[in-house]
């Protein structure tokens, strides 16, 4: 009975912190989308505001990352596994100048030597 009662009790464990993984995940999306609308917005806005939205952007992601679940090892050196080795996540530049304001595209910039 005990063994069973301890099975139950670790599932439910890893159910909770993937659970809260998946909190912090979708609320760091959101983040991500706004910042990426902040870029679009770029040429419009004054620096200042620019400033304020980002400083807000980054005063929520620490609160995110505060109240998340920390990562263990293992899942710590598969993910940079994916991200160095497997390349996961990444951007060429022609995709990240799709992203950016026209003003800062590296194909509208000279590149002199």
Request: glycine share 0%.
């Amino acid at each position: 009975m005990l063994l069973i009662l301890n099975s139950y009790t670790k599932n439910f464990d890893l159910v909770e912190a993937a659970q809260s993984h998946q909190k912090a995940a979708d609320a760091l999306w959101i983040i991500r989308e706004e910042y990426v609308s902040l870029l679009t917005d770029f040429e419009l806005l004054d620096s200042s505001v620019i400033r304020e939205r980002r400083d807000e952007l980054q005063k929520r992601t620490a609160e995110i990352y505060t109240h998340s679940p920390k990562t263990d090892t293992k899942s710590y050196k598969a993910a940079q596994k994916a991200l160095k080795t497997d390349e996961e996540q990444t951007f060429s530049d022609k995709e990240i100048d799709v992203m950016l304001p026209n003003s800062i595209r590296r194909e509208n910039r000279k590149i002199t030597n």
